[in-house]
């Protein structure tokens, strides 16, 4: 087997999402008890999900808590159970998503029942409609999330999207990320799985390598969630690397403060 042209292919993304028939899930996982690179790209993709999830989860406030273990120890009300069941091509991602909805929904919840019992108090109307607001600014916040989240798991299960493992070099080890290219749309997402945050007045620049020129691809700052949209770049890249820049991003790369490097597969 092929292991690069079979990691090239997006039929590890695809079985993550679970979008594979269990004959091909069947194939794929036999593949990945014989190749342990495959299973090491696996890995890699899976956590690259987890921080597109991750990015999108929303902290409930304190007082969430409190008033829901008061609400369960003083009465327990009559009323439908609200279940979500996941869509079966996206498995975790979509019921975790549903999930992150349902708390808004409970948090309003609570918000109403604060309104019921302090209407006729002005300063505590003040506060309950202030509440109200912030809860409209987390569920508009989880929609965005949402949708970026959603955005982001379209681009990992894009076959036209060639994903590009950048790992680290001398400079930085341990640093890690990738980049998903559609050579046809010319587009470029990038993926951070491990790379250190840096001063202020330094950014991490993207270059692509097209002719054997360095084509920037922008600049972006250390460990962000999900999937970063950078600039469009020609066809026919080779590689892909980062390096440390002043902010802002320059003409040519400081190749003595490369990060991570990554070949393109061809085929």
Same mark, same amino acid.
């Given at each position: 087997?092929?292991?690069?042209?079979?990691?090239?292919?997006?039929?590890?993304?695809?079985?993550?999402?679970?979008? &594979?028939?269990?004959?091909?899930? *069947?194939?794929?996982?036999?593949?990945?008890?014989?190749?342990?690179?495959?299973?090491?790209?696996?890995?890699?993709?899976?956590?690259?999900?987890?921080?597109?999830?991750?990015?999108?989860?929303?902290?409930?406030?304190?007082?969430?808590?409190?008033? &829901? /273990?008061?609400? +369960?120890?003083?009465?327990?009300?009559?009323?439908?159970?609200?279940? /979500?069941?996941?869509?079966?091509?996206? =498995? /975790?991602?979509? /019921? *975790?998503?549903?999930?992150?909805?349902?708390?808004?929904?409970?948090?309003?919840?609570?918000?109403?029942?604060?309104?019921?019992?302090?209407?006729?108090?002005?300063?505590?109307?003040?506060?309950?409609?202030?509440?109200?607001?912030?809860? *409209?600014?987390?569920?508009?916040?989880?929609?965005?999330?949402?949708?970026?989240?959603?955005?982001?798991?379209?681009? +990992?299960?894009?076959?036209?999207?060639?994903?590009?493992?950048?790992?680290?070099?001398?400079?930085?080890?341990?640093?890690?990320?990738?980049?998903?290219?559609?050579?046809?749309?010319?587009?470029?997402?990038?993926?951070?799985?491990?790379?250190?945050?840096?001063?202020?007045?330094?950014?991490?620049? &993207?270059?692509?390598?097209?002719?054997?020129?360095?084509?920037?691809?922008?600049?972006?700052? =250390?460990?962000?969630?999900?999937?970063?949209?950078?600039?469009?770049? =020609?066809?026919?890249?080779?590689?892909?690397?980062?390096?440390?820049?002043?902010?802002?991003?320059?003409?040519?790369?400081? &190749?003595?403060?490369?990060?991570?490097? =990554?070949?393109?597969?061809?085929?």
């Amino acid at each position: 087997m092929n292991i690069k042209e079979y990691i090239s292919s997006g039929i590890l993304e695809a079985y993550a999402l679970g979008e &594979l028939t269990a004959q091909e899930m *069947a194939s794929v996982e036999k593949n990945l008890e014989q190749y342990p690179e495959l299973r090491q790209e696996l890995t890699q993709i899976e956590e690259a999900q987890e921080k597109l999830l991750m990015g999108a989860a929303i902290q409930p406030r304190d007082v969430v808590k409190t008033q &829901l /273990f008061e609400k +369960i120890e003083n009465q327990k009300p009559a009323g439908k159970i609200v279940s /979500f069941e996941p869509d079966s091509r996206l =498995g /975790f991602w979509k /019921f *975790a998503a549903a999930a992150s909805i349902t708390l808004a929904v409970i948090t309003t919840y609570f918000a109403f029942e604060y309104r019921s019992k302090w209407r006729n108090t002005q300063s505590d109307l003040s506060e309950l409609i202030a509440q109200n607001q912030k809860i *409209a600014q987390d569920y508009n916040q989880v929609n965005q999330e949402l949708d970026k989240l959603e955005d982001g798991l379209k681009v +990992i299960g894009d076959p036209d999207f060639k994903r590009v493992a950048m790992k680290g070099t001398d400079n930085a080890p341990n640093a890690l990320a990738a980049v998903y290219w559609n050579e046809s749309t010319n587009e470029v997402y990038l993926s951070i799985q491990n790379m250190k945050e840096l001063a202020r007045e330094n950014q991490y620049q &993207l270059w692509a390598i097209i002719d054997g020129k360095p084509v920037d691809a922008g600049v972006f700052d =250390g460990n962000l969630a999900g999937l970063l949209k950078m600039k469009n770049i =020609g066809k026919g890249a080779s590689t892909f690397a980062v390096t440390v820049e002043p902010r802002g991003g320059k003409s040519s790369p400081s &190749l003595e403060t490369m990060q991570v490097l =990554g070949n393109v597969t061809k085929g």
